[in-house]
């Protein structure tokens, strides 16, 4: 059974820095593309960034120069750096996995506000 743990979310203040991460446990990941996307209030889900298994990304126009997506395969890990944030980055935030049909994590809020 796959299961995503992510941990990183939380209230910053624009301009400031967080770090998502996101474990995954239950296979082999390091064949399958990761990545994150993001919901905010009243709008749909969105790709924010993604990694393939062989280390090619993808952005949001949105999040292009400011976030960098990056996996770990020994730990079957993927992080997401985001800097400069802005208040419309505002969301919840959901570790996917490319296997199969697609595997999601919960969700961890991330807030930019002063």
């Known amino acids: 059974q796959v299961q995503l743990a992510e941990s990183g979310g939380g209230l910053v203040q624009p301009g400031g820095s967080l770090r998502l991460s996101c474990e995954a446990s239950?296979?082999?990941?390091?064949?399958?593309?990761m990545g994150w996307y993001r919901q905010a209030p009243g709008k749909q889900r969105e790709l924010a960034a993604l990694?393939?298994?062989?280390?090619?990304?993808n952005y949001a126009d949105s999040v292009k120069g400011r976030f960098t997506i990056s996996r770990d395969n020994a730990k079957n890990t993927v992080y997401l750096q985001m800097n400069s944030l802005k208040p419309e980055d505002t969301a919840v935030y959901y570790c996917?996995?490319?296997?199969?049909?697609?595997?999601w994590g919960q969700g961890t809020q991330v807030t930019v506000s002063s």
């Open positions: 996917y996995v490319g296997k199969g049909g697609g595997y």
């Open positions: 990694i393939t298994s062989g280390g090619g990304t």
């Open positions: 239950g296979s082999i990941f390091s064949f399958y593309a």
